[in-house]
Nanobody, 127 residues
């Protein structure tokens, strides 16, 4: 079992940037496809970004493409989400997730396949 802990959230003005981190313990992160999801108040959890085990392939939600970048450092057992040009509609609790499944160069963009989840970190973007 892998334990995931997110950090880096906070309050930022629109147009600002934040970098979220997801640190893993218990098992080597390189065994997992990793994803970021978010959930705003009153809304369902939605996919943000995901990355393959080696980092060679990524996928993004249309709403964040070009603004957010997912990356990973398997030597540090950590996945990152760099968020630029933040908008008030990006306000949500952001959670990372780990998936044991194998998809080749693809990544799952729905929450169902992911096996482990962190507690989440709050991101608030003020207008």
């Amino acid at each position: 079992q892998v334990h995931l802990v997110e950090s880096g959230g906070g309050l930022v003005q629109a147009g600002g940037s934040l970098r979220l981190s997801c640190a893993a313990s218990g098992r080597t992160l390189s065994n997992y496809v990793m994803g970021w999801f978010r959930q705003a108040p009153g809304k369902e959890r939605e996919f943000v970004a995901a990355i393959t085990r080696t980092g060679t392939s990524t996928d993004y939600a249309g709403s964040v493409k070009g603004r957010f970048t997912i990356s990973r450092d398997n030597t540090k057992n950590t996945v990152y989400l760099q968020m630029n040009s933040l908008k008030p509609e990006d306000t949500a609790v952001y959670s990372c997730a780990a998936d044991w499944g194998y998809y080749g160069n693809a990544v799952p963009t729905s929450s169902g396949p992911y096996d482990y989840w962190g507690q989440g970190t709050q991101v608030t973007v003020s207008s």
